[in-house]
């Protein structure tokens, strides 16, 4: 994060004589979403914001509603996709779904969207079909998490509570396999579309 933060500062004038902002990830499994508010904070505001993924903060054992509660003062564009969680015997497995699919309150988390940062777009982000378990009750899991606050890991555990476990995309035997996966992709691409249009009130409207 500090080499980061050092890129960054170089950089800032050249951004704010371009009148550019710098959008950062909370990225997959090594960027928390108060690590990332840190970073934001500690190289500039006024030139780098957020870039608020709702996949990748399951990766790093927060419940994205939360994530999105931390990063939306700072929000610039997003990768969006809905997560399921549940309990393993090692700890809990997250698979990534197409919107509606999982068990993120995504009613709640764009309801707060419109509210607090609804100039941000919408980007969904779809990459589906196969489960990453986190094993946090083996003892060398904790290392790299160490920084992970009780409140945000209980909020985790609630989230790992209301899910159910989902089977990973197969290929079907006969079918190509690069083929298979981008018709699968897609088709979980139209269902968040329709998901986001019915259940969420987004798309083009009429003025």
Known sequence: ???????????????????????????????HSRELVELIETAGPEFVGATIDTGNSTWTLEDPVETFRNLAPYAICSGIRDSMVWPSEKGAKVQWTAMGDGCVDMKTLFKEWSD????????????????????YFEKDFWPPYSTIRPDDYSRFLALARKGNVLSPFFVPEGKD????QQDYQLEELERSFSYCRKNLGMG???V
């Not at 607090?116 to 094993?135: D, H, L, N, Y």
């Not at 396999?177 to 298979?180: Q, Y």
């Open 1 to 31: 994060m500090r080499t980061s933060i050092q890129t960054l500062r170089k950089v800032r004038s050249q951004a704010l004589d371009s009148g550019v902002k710098i959008a950062v990830e909370n990225h997959a499994g090594d960027m």
């Open 177 to 180: 396999p690069k083929k298979a």
């Open 204 to 206: 083009r409207k009429s």
């Open 116 to 135: 607090r940062c609804p100039e941000t777009p919408v980007q969904i982000e779809t990459i589906s079909g196969f489960a990453k378990e986190f094993p």
